[in-house]
């Protein structure tokens, strides 16, 4: 209806259109505002999002307007803080695998240019060096596709009744040649006289143990001492295994890193993935795994396994 219209109305029916009217006209113009606190702050989210799309991962918004927009806003600031995050991490994984696999494939193309040019005999010596090298590129590469499938969640777990007391015995078996011609004596010791079995997979516990005996068989010196010990805990419910060693301990800025990886300390020669890959084998099985200095010296890497599967 026109304003003309209302004077054809009667004096009640007059005032009822003229209030409606004037409702209609506050309606739009509050619509209007309305429409205004939203409209500026979603252009700045288009904008950033613009911005994200084109490879500029710090793109921020400013938290304003309504409630509902600055959830919105929120949400978008922390998505782009994980992809930022996220893209970091990738850059740094990619320089550090990059900066691993150059050392061996450095020393095969040396010692074959070597042997090619007549420089060194194609002796044992030397042979055995390029084959090393190969062992170790192939390690690097196994532990890379760990990392990978836990990544994805992936892990192929065979779980069965493990004894860890019988797994422990055979881990430090196969370390023993190498802590005696070190001079550091090896034990395995259980609190328990009989511990309950594990839902595990017995290959992959396995390699946790080896990860953290030639971690501790590393950092130990000549005379010292690495033990293995077993107990129950949480009334049966779970396994510990602590991996005890009388080294110089895991220095303060390395400790609360230590199974990130690539984290080596200083004297440390490995690459850096082995107890990274320790840590995703435990979280795998469902367990929990640590890392602490004794007070009396030495260092302690202890993981827990559950009695039943995890996940």
Same mark, same amino acid.
């Given at each position: 209806?026109?304003?003309?219209?209302? @004077?054809?109305? +009667?004096?009640?029916?007059?005032?009822?259109?003229?209030?409606?009217?004037?409702?209609?006209?506050?309606?739009?113009?509050?619509?209007?505002?309305?429409?205004?606190?939203?409209?500026?702050?979603?252009?700045?989210? &288009?904008?950033?999002?613009?911005?994200?799309?084109?490879?500029?991962?710090?793109?921020?918004?400013?938290?304003?307007?309504?409630?509902?927009?600055?959830?919105?806003?929120?949400?978008?600031?922390?998505?782009?803080?994980?992809?930022?995050?996220?893209?970091? +991490?990738?850059?740094?994984?990619?320089?550090?695998?990059?900066?691993?696999?150059?050392?061996?494939?450095?020393?095969?193309?040396?010692?074959?240019?070597?042997?090619?040019?007549?420089?060194?005999?194609?002796?044992?010596?030397?042979?055995?060096? #390029?084959?090393?090298?190969?062992?170790?590129?192939?390690?690097?590469?196994?532990?890379?596709?760990?990392?990978?499938?836990?990544?994805?969640?992936?892990?192929?777990?065979?779980?069965? $009744?493990?004894?860890?007391?019988?797994?422990?015995?055979?881990?430090?078996?196969?370390?023993?040649?190498?802590?005696?011609?070190?001079?550091?004596?090896?034990?395995?010791?259980?609190?328990?006289?009989?511990?309950?079995?594990?839902?595990?997979?017995?290959?992959?516990?396995?390699? #946790?143990?080896?990860?953290?005996?030639?971690?501790?068989?590393? /950092?130990?010196?000549?005379?010292?001492?690495?033990?293995?010990?077993? /107990?129950?805990?949480?009334?049966?419910?779970? #396994? +510990?295994?602590?991996?005890?060693?009388?080294? $110089?301990?895991?220095?303060?800025?390395?400790? $609360? /890193?230590? @199974?990130?990886? @690539?984290?080596?300390?200083?004297? +440390? /020669?490995?690459?850096?993935?082995?107890?990274?890959?320790?840590?995703?084998? #435990?979280?795998?099985?469902?367990?929990? &795994?640590?890392?602490?200095?004794? $007070?009396?010296?030495?260092?302690?890497?202890?993981?827990?396994?559950?009695?039943?599967?995890?996940?």
């Amino acid at each position: 209806m026109g304003l003309l219209g209302l @004077f054809g109305l +009667s004096g009640d029916a007059r005032l009822a259109a003229l209030i409606v009217l004037v409702l209609g006209v506050l309606g739009v113009r509050a619509a209007a505002r309305s429409i205004g606190r939203v409209a500026a702050p979603l252009d700045d989210l &288009i904008a950033a999002a613009r911005q994200v799309e084109a490879g500029d991962l710090s793109a921020r918004v400013e938290e304003r307007g309504p409630r509902e927009v600055r959830t919105l806003a929120r949400a978008f600031n922390a998505m782009g803080a994980r992809l930022e995050t996220d893209e970091a +991490s990738r850059r740094t994984l990619l320089a550090d695998i990059t900066h691993e696999l150059r050392t061996p494939l450095t020393v095969i193309q040396g010692n074959l240019e070597g042997l090619i040019d007549g420089v060194y005999p194609a002796d044992p010596e030397h042979l055995e060096a #390029v084959l090393e090298e190969t062992r170790t590129l192939g390690r690097l590469v196994d532990d890379l596709r760990t990392l990978a499938l836990a990544d994805r969640g992936a892990l192929d777990l065979k779980r069965e $009744p493990v004894d860890l007391l019988v797994l422990a015995n055979e881990s430090v078996a196969g370390f023993r040649v190498a802590a005696d011609a070190a001079q550091v004596s090896i034990s395995v010791t259980t609190i328990a006289p009989e511990l309950p079995r594990v839902q595990a997979d017995p290959t992959r516990v396995r390699e #946790v143990l080896g990860n953290m005996l030639a971690n501790a068989l590393q /950092h130990t010196p000549a005379g010292g001492a690495i033990s293995v010990a077993l /107990h129950a805990v949480d009334d049966g419910e779970g #396994v +510990s295994v602590a991996v005890t060693d009388t080294g $110089p301990g895991i220095p303060g800025e390395v400790l $609360p /890193h230590v @199974f990130d990886r @690539f984290v080596r300390a200083p004297d +440390s /020669h490995g690459s850096g993935l082995g107890l990274a890959i320790a840590r995703d084998l #435990v979280e795998a099985h469902g367990g929990t &795994i640590e890392a602490a200095n004794r $007070p009396e010296g030495g260092a302690v890497l202890r993981f827990t396994l559950p009695t039943t599967a995890g996940r």
